[in-house]
């Protein structure tokens, strides 16, 4: 499957609030991802994701992934 749509959960929410990331939406996406044992994360906004312990893509750099 090339991609999903995850759940969050409330276990999600509370692992977040101690992360590292500034921004909390973000840790909580974060936090879902690894939960759902996902590969990465693609989103634009890559700069918030710094700290992040999943592999975050931007579009064009994951779409080159499979040229």
């Known amino acids: 499957m090339l991609f999903d749509l995850l ?3 409330g276990i999600d929410c509370r692992k977040a609030i101690s992360s590292e990331m500034a921004d909390f939406e973000d840790a909580v996406m974060v936090e879902t991802a690894l939960r759902c044992g996902m ?19 931007q579009p064009d750099e994951f779409l080159e992934l499979f040229h």
């Open 7 to 9: 759940d969050t959960a």
């Open 39 to 57: 590969d990465c994360i693609i989103t634009r906004n890559v700069i918030d994701y710094e700290k992040s312990q999943i592999e975050i893509y």
